[in-house]
Structure formats: structure tokens, C-alpha cells
């Protein structure tokens, strides 16, 4: 009897296009998911069953165009395939659906508040997450649970995702040199996880000021000394 394997007859991940070649008209959407993507990567240094995608196409169904988020989080599966990483995100090859999806509202809505939050829901995405920076009275993070296939808000700054293990939130800081509200990974004590400069810089601040220190604790060495010499006293017979 010939074995019947449904999967072959789908479209692999290298066949099908990497996003819907739409040029995003908002350079936060793409540095805010590369941010995320940076963090977690310093979140989860020894963890490799997560994967974040940024800007890359998500196929759910062969006969139909992928969802492209801004950026999204799956858990549970390779973070790296090979040397040349993912081209797209396929349901059927990857069998675990995102678990957050993230848009980046532009001057231009493409949908983030109707059309784009109803297709995640349908698909069964448990978190969305939409930043708007343009907001002036209203917030500009909105995080959404999915509950009884119904997407319900989120108050808070930042919002702690238990199933993820972070907590997700705006505040203003740099990054890439750039001072502004940017959206970062928080720990369950609500402190938000360093950029890498940021990172960078306060370790270098900690080598100075340990450098600093000894130096400090030096003088102080050779200050008793002189004074040891000054009372007819040889330090070194001390030791």
C-alpha cells in the first residue's frame, strides 16, 4: 500500500516568499522588533527553542498569503535551523503557533486596530501587542490576551506575560544612539532588561570604577607604609 504523507504535498519554507514586499513607511517598525529580538537574546543566552521574527511572512494555510507582523514570538521551537535561518515561518513544517504578535502603528493605519487583530485572533495567537507612538491621549501600548477567543486588554506598564516569562512595556532609554520611548523585555521585579550599549556601558562603568577602587586601596596601602617607615617601623617585616 502507498503511504500517504499530506505534508510533502505542501510548499516547504524555502519555496515561499519571505514577507509580502511591503516597505514598511516607519523605521520603528523595524528597529523596535530588532530591539525585542536583541534583548531576548541577551534574556536567554542558553535557550535555543525560541524564535523571534521580524517582519518575516507566517503561512498558515497553503492556498492562502502569510500574516506578516511587524515582529513575533513562537516558543518551543529551533531558534536556528542552519547557517542560513529561516526564510519564512511555516505552520505546517514548524507546528507551534506564535504566541505574540506585534505591530507598529505608522502614520498610515494598515489595519492594527480591525482587520490584523481579527486575523491573529482567528488564528489563535495569544498575545497582541500594538505600539503606537503618534498617541497623544490615548495609550500608546496596548497588550491584548486572547480569553475565550476574544481579545481582551491589558492595563498596566509593563505587562507581565507568565506564559512567556517576561513582562513587555515602554519607557524612554537609547538605542543604536538614538534617545527615545522604545519597547523593551521585563523581569518578573519589573525591571526592564539593558540594550545592548547600555549593557555595554554599564560594564565598562563597573571596570572603571573597580580600576577606581584599587587604585583607591592602593594609595591607602602606600600612605601606611610612609607612615609605618616615619615611626621606625619596616612594613615589610609585617607580612
Known sequence: ?????????????????????????????????????????????????????????????????????DGFLSLGVERFYDENLRPSYVLWEEKKLPILALEVVSKTYRGEYSTKKAEYGRLGILYYVVYNPFRRRKPRLEVYKLVNNVYELHDGNPVWLPEIGLGIGIERGTYLGIPREWMYWYNQQGQRFLTPEEDKKLAQQEAQQAKQEAQLAQRRTQLLAERLRSLGIDPDSLT
Open 1 to 69: 500500500m502507498l503511504n500517504y504523507d499530506p505534508l510533502a504535498c505542501l510548499p516547504s519554507s524555502e519555496e515561499l516568499p519571505d514577507s509580502d514586499d511591503t516597505p514598511v513607511d516607519n523605521e520603528l517598525q523595524d528597529l523596535i522588533p530588532g530591539l525585542l529580538k536583541a534583548l531576548l537574546a541577551m534574556a536567554w543566552p542558553e535557550r535555543m527553542d525560541w524564535f523571534f521574527g521580524v517582519d518575516m511572512g507566517i503561512y498558515y494555510d497553503p492556498d492562502l498569503p502569510a500574516i506578516v507582523p
